[in-house]
């Protein structure tokens, strides 16, 4: 969440972090994740593209 009266790069630059964190495979560098939540473990980014797994961090706010 973004609150307050920002500047444009401010903002262009908080989308570039969760685009690069939660959309953009690692891997391959295209935007084709789908997030899974396995029982038992914490979320995981899945690349519809690679195949790519990542576990997302448990503590990010994100993630819970």
């Known amino acids: ?3 307050g009266k920002l500047q444009d790069d ?3 630059d908080s989308l570039d972090k969760y685009i690069n964190k939660y959309v ?3 891997n391959c560098g295209l ?3 789908h997030m899974l939540y ?4 914490g979320l995981t ?3 519809n593209s690679c195949g790519h ?3 997302m961090d448990p503590t ?3 993630t819970k």
């Not at 396995?38 to 473990?41: T, V």
Request: hydrophobic share 30%; glycine share 4%.
């Open 10 to 12: 401010v903002i262009n």
């Open 31 to 33: 935007p084709e994740y």
């Open 45 to 47: 980014n899945v690349c």
């Open 24 to 26: 953009v495979c690692k």
């Open 38 to 41: 396995p029982e038992g473990k």
């Open 1 to 3: 969440m973004i609150n």
């Open 60 to 62: 990010n706010r994100v």
């Open 53 to 55: 797994r990542e576990e």
